[in-house]
Structure formats: structure tokens, C-alpha cells
């Protein structure tokens, strides 16, 4: 199993970015999807995931700013972020779980390397 996080960077506050999670050698069919994001000093903290279904669910902090989705036959989600604030900086991990651990608290079975996000202020 390999999960590949894109599309971070360096974005000033208000500003937008699309993260993609590529995976390989797990389905979307069956698997829980999730975003993960880890500030320096912070633990890492659940952002938000996606249920094989299409179910979503956020963090208090993003709802309303950041979108998550999938695209199954291409085995890729996606997690849009607009109106970004410098809270929002970290390393976001892509994460896949089969059993979906991440819904009840738990600590998803696969992970990827994760992809620097950093909003100016």
C-alpha cells in the first residue's frame, strides 16, 4: 500500500489550496479516507475523512473552509482548503483505514509521507 500526498506550499492567508492523496494497492470502494495535519509542536490532529460511502465529516476548525472528496476509479481524494489562516500550517498526511478507526478516535492502518502546508499571515 502507497499513499502519495501533492499539492502543498506556501499560500498567504485567505488563500486556497487543493491537496491530492494518490493511492495504490488499497481500494476507495472499501476504505475510510482521511486528512491529518500535524503543527510544530502539536500532535497531530484529525482534519477530516471520508467514509467509502462519501459520508463526510470535519473538524470544528475547518468546517465550512476546507472540502473533502474522492474520486474512486482513480483511487485519488482530495481535500480543498480556502480562506486559509496561519493555524492552518502544518504537514498534512493522507490516511487510509479498512476497518475506518479514524471515526471512532483510532489510528489509521495506512499512512502516507505527508506534504508541507504553510499560510502566511
Known amino acids: 500500500v502507497q499513499l502519495v500526498e501533492s499539492g502543498g506550499g506556501l499560500v498567504q492567508a485567505g488563500g486556497s489550496l487543493r491537496l491530492s492523496c494518490a493511492a495504490s494497492?488499497?481500494?476507495?470502494?472499501?476504505?475510510?479516507m482521511a486528512w491529518y495535519r500535524q503543527a510544530p509542536g502539536n500532535q497531530r490532529e484529525l482534519v477530516a475523512y471520508?467514509?467509502?460511502?462519501?459520508?463526510?465529516n470535519y473538524a470544528d476548525s475547518v468546517k465550512g473552509r476546507f472540502t473533502i472528496s474522492k474520486h474512486n476509479a482513480q483511487n485519488t481524494m482530495y481535500l480543498q482548503m480556502n480562506s486559509l489562516k496561519p493555524e492552518d500550517t502544518g504537514v498534512y498526511y493522507c490516511?487510509?483505514?479498512?476497518?475506518?478507526?479514524?471515526?471512532?478516535?483510532?489510528?489509521?492502518?495506512?499512512w502516507g509521507q505527508g506534504t508541507q502546508v504553510t499560510v502566511s499571515s
Open positions: 490516511a487510509a483505514d479498512l476497518r475506518g478507526r479514524m471515526v471512532d478516535a483510532g489510528t489509521p492502518q495506512y
Open positions: 471520508i467514509t467509502s460511502g462519501g459520508s463526510t
Open positions: 494497492g488499497i481500494s476507495f470502494n472499501f476504505y475510510v
